[in-house]
């Protein structure tokens, strides 16, 4: 916190105590110590060894007394008391943040930040635009510190000169966020078809494309986490769309997911009829968010196409009468339904297959392609 100095223990970090006060007064407390290793920058606190706690403890106090701060020493503290105290400061940490975000965000250049990664504790953000000195420092200093981030997969920056910082997932820094435009995320208008008990939620477009999606915050790092590239290497941007009741939903067009999941995902053996031991996941997955009646219309509609519609004539620009939004070439489509039901063939779920025989190419040779079929009880 900006008007806060905490001394605490610091567990883990090879150190016996922590510090943490505002950066206008960290040239004071390097003059405490007469040799360097005696503390250690671990963002974003200040370790200092057992033997400097009394000169720290006097200096705080001293600091606290002239600039009008609040002191916290959690070192004599029962375990229980001292967490007590540490979710209280968290929390007004947290709120801190929060409003500082909000602030500084609206302020950024447009295109000047690309969403990176999301996890349930926090959102990666990197800078890909210079920002004036005063401007950046601001940014930095409501972004969370990376010392309060937890340890997480790697990922890349696209670019040497880009700056990363986090934020938390919070609604109402995901609100601001909606206003803007940058890099990897998208807001989509749509319209609310349908919602379930157990929070999915279908919508349509203005041109009537189905998505599928949940509140923001129930998704993200949930087992039906749809884009957590951990267990999907789905390459779709990050979209959220305004709900009921100012609910943001994580979104995706299901076509353009289906088509994703097809050519990333699945592996060339599943467009045999052995199912592999992972399919079961894509199965919870149709049922968690009830595409199965999306799923088999949408199936069955590229299995009756004629390759006219399924081809476009360039880029992706579609022949007349063509299916909507269908962005397959004939070998795509097939491909597309064959691995994506045969992921569902064979494992334990309401799904069976039955085979039916159409016309996919423009020599009209048969082709044995794999359609869905809800089982009968």
């Not at 605490?8 to 970090?13: E, I, L, S, V, W």
């Not at 969370?144 to 910082?165: E, F, I």
Request: hydrophobic share 40%; with cysteine.
């Amino acid at each position: 916190m900006k008007d806060t100095i905490v001394i605490c223990p610091a567990r883990g970090k090879g150190y016996a105590f922590a510090i943490s006060f505002p950066r206008a007064l960290v040239e004071g407390f390097k003059a405490l110590f007469q040799r360097q290793d005696d503390r250690a920058w671990q963002n974003p606190l200040w370790c200092f060894k057992r033997s400097s706690l009394p000169d720290v403890r006097a200096w705080a106090t001293r600091q606290a007394q002239e600039h009008i701060l609040t002191l916290y020493d959690l070192t004599e503290l029962s375990k229980a008391q001292r967490e007590q105290l540490e979710a209280s400061i968290w929390q007004s940490e947290y709120e801190e943040h929060i409003a500082a975000m909000v602030e500084v965000l609206p302020r950024l250049p447009a295109s000047a930040l690309r969403l990176s990664h999301r996890w349930p504790t926090h959102i990666v953000l990197d800078l890909q635009t210079y920002l004036g000195r005063p401007l950046f420092d601001q940014l930095t200093q409501a972004a969370l510190p990376s010392g309060k981030v937890p340890r997480t997969s790697y990922t890349p920056l696209q670019s040497s000169s880009d700056s990363r910082c986090y934020a938390a997932p919070d609604q109402r820094i995901l609100r601001v966020l909606m206003d803007m435009h940058f890099r990897n995320f998208s807001v989509q208008a749509l319209s609310l078809v349908h919602s379930f008990d157990n929070g999915a939620a279908h919508f349509h477009d203005q041109e009537k494309r189905h998505w599928f999606g949940a509140p923001h915050h129930t998704v993200i790092g949930a087992p039906f986490d749809f884009m957590a590239k951990a267990a999907h290497a789905i390459p779709l941007p990050y979209t959220v769309t305004m709900g009921n009741e100012a609910v943001i939903y994580l979104v995706v067009q299901a076509d353009a997911y289906l088509q994703q999941y097809c050519q990333s995902v699945a592996p060339a053996i599943v467009s045999s009829m052995s199912p592999q031991s992972s399919s079961e996941t894509l199965v919870e997955l149709v049922r968690q968010y009830h595409l199965e009646a999306w799923l088999q219309a949408h199936v069955s509609e590229l299995c009756a196409a004629p390759a006219e519609a399924l081809t476009p004539t360039s880029g992706e620009t579609h022949a007349p009468g063509c299916i909507p939004q269908t962005r397959y070439s004939t070998a795509c489509g097939f491909r597309i339904a064959r691995r994506f039901c045969g992921c569902l063939a064979g494992t334990r779920s309401d799904f069976t297959l039955s085979r039916t025989r159409c016309n996919t190419s423009r020599r009209s040779a048969p082709r044995r392609i794999i359609s869905i079929a809800r089982r009968t009880r």
